[in-house]
């Protein structure tokens, strides 16, 4: 008879839906509605994906390719822009950043 294997409960993926603001690298600030989703390894580095939403004609896309997010109550993590929707004011970014994860989110 083999003994049972203990297997940790799976942790449920960070989520964050709401304001935020895109910190370019010239300096602007551009705020946008972000929906996230965050990946929280055991092992590796703390990575998420998501879109973000700016209204305007000027999309996201066309403002910055890599920044910096924060979020409500200070967290700021580093992005890059994996897709532009053309014609709309959204960007699909990931973002990982050895010095923040997503288990931080504001709730």
């Known amino acids: 008879m083999t003994a049972p294997v203990h297997r940790p409960a ?12 895109v910190l370019a690298d ?6 946008v509605r972000a929906e996230l989703t965050g990946n929280v390894p055991r092992l590796g580095l703390p990575s998420w994906t998501g879109e973000l939403r700016m209204a305007g004609a000027e999309g996201v896309g066309e403002a910055v390719r890599t ?13 890059a822009v994996i897709r ?12 990982n950043d050895p010095e923040v994860s997503p288990a931080d989110w504001p709730t």
């Open 67 to 79: 920044g910096r997010l924060r979020l409500p109550g200070g967290w700021e993590g580093g992005f």
């Open 84 to 95: 532009r929707i053309f014609g709309v004011s959204a960007v699909w970014v990931r973002g």
């Open 26 to 31: 010239d300096g602007r600030e551009i705020p």
């Open 10 to 21: 799976e942790r449920p993926s960070p989520e964050y839906r709401g304001p935020a603001v």
